[in-house]
C-alpha cells in the first residue's frame, strides 16, 4: 500500500509553546490530506480536512486559529498546534487519500505531550 | 463528525477461534474500508469494498459490503496472537467527497 511518513513520532513540549507536525505521502501525490486526534481506548476523531493549495475544512468544534494547517504541496501537510496546553496532549494521526477510490492511508501517529 | 457503529466494542477469545465483527450506518455508503491498529501506531489497510454484495478476503480476513450498504462485516479465521489490535470500519458516503466516517472501533484481545 501507499505509504504516509509522520514526523516526529513523539514531541514533548512546554505549555504555550507551539508545535509543528508534519504528514508526508511518499510514494504518491495526495490532494487531500486529513487530521485525526485520538484519545486513548477512542476511536479517530476527524479534526480538519486538508486540500492542496486551499484553506483547510475545520471539523466543528475544532479551533482553526488553534490548529493551524499548511497543505503545500501534494505531498506535505503541516499541522501546527499553536499555545500548546496539557489538554491538548493526544495522539493526532494524518492520514492521506489515494488508490482508485480515495482511499485514506496513515501516518504513524504523532504522540504530544504538553507539560 | 458522523461515526458509525461497530460491535462488538471488545472480544476476548482463544486462539484458532474464528472473529466477526460489523458495522452499521444509517447513511448509504459507497465504499467501506477495514483498518487494524496497533498500540501507538497509524491504522493499516486491511480491506477496502467497493460495491454491495462484495466479498473480498485477505488472507484470513474475510470482508463483506452490505446489501443494503449500510452495514459490513470483518471476519477473521482461525485467530493468532498477532492479531490482536484495534479494528476499525470506515465508510465514505457519496455526498461526502474524499472524507470517511470511523467506527468506535473493535479492541480484540487473543488468548494464547
Known amino acids: 500500500g501507499a505509504v504516509v511518513s509522520q514526523h516526529p513520532s513523539r514531541v514533548i513540549c512546554k505549555s504555550g509553546t507551539s508545535v509543528k507536525i508534519e504528514c508526508r505521502s511518499l510514494d504518491f501525490q495526495a490532494t487531500t490530506m486529513f487530521w485525526y486526534r485520538q484519545f486513548p481506548k477512542q476511536s479517530l476523531m476527524l479534526m480538519a480536512t486538508?486540500?492542496?493549495?486551499?484553506?483547510?475544512?475545520?471539523e466543528q468544534g475544532v479551533e482553526k486559529d488553534k490548529f493551524l494547517i499548511n497543505h503545500a504541496s501534494l505531498t506535505l501537510s503541516t499541522l501546527t498546534v499553536t499555545s500548546a496546553h496539557p489538554e491538548d496532549s493526544s495522539f493526532y494521526i494524518c492520514s492521506a487519500a489515494g488508490g482508485p477510490n480515495n482511499e485514506q492511508f496513515f501516518g504513524p501517529g504523532t504522540r504530544l505531550t504538553v507539560l | 463528525g458522523q461515526q458509525l457503529n461497530q460491535s462488538p466494542q471488545s472480544m476476548f477469545i482463544q486462539e484458532g477461534e474464528d472473529v466477526s465483527m460489523n458495522c452499521t450506518s444509517s447513511s448509504i455508503f459507497n465504499t467501506w474500508l477495514w483498518y487494524k491498529q496497533d498500540p501507538g501506531e497509524g491504522p493499516v489497510l486491511l480491506i477496502a469494498l467497493y460495491k454491495a454484495g462484495e466479498l473480498t478476503s485477505n488472507g484470513r480476513l474475510t470482508a463483506q459490503f452490505g446489501i443494503t450498504r449500510k452495514d459490513s462485516f470483518l471476519n477473521i479465521s482461525a485467530s493468532i496472537p498477532s492479531d490482536v489490535g484495534i479494528y476499525f470500519c470506515?465508510?465514505?458516503?457519496?455526498?461526502?467527497?474524499?472524507?470517511?466516517?470511523f467506527g468506535t472501533g473493535t479492541s480484540l484481545t487473543v488468548i494464547p
Open positions: 470506515a465508510g465514505d458516503g457519496s455526498n461526502t467527497g474524499n472524507q470517511f466516517y
Open positions: 486538508s486540500n492542496e493549495g486551499s484553506k483547510a475544512t475545520y
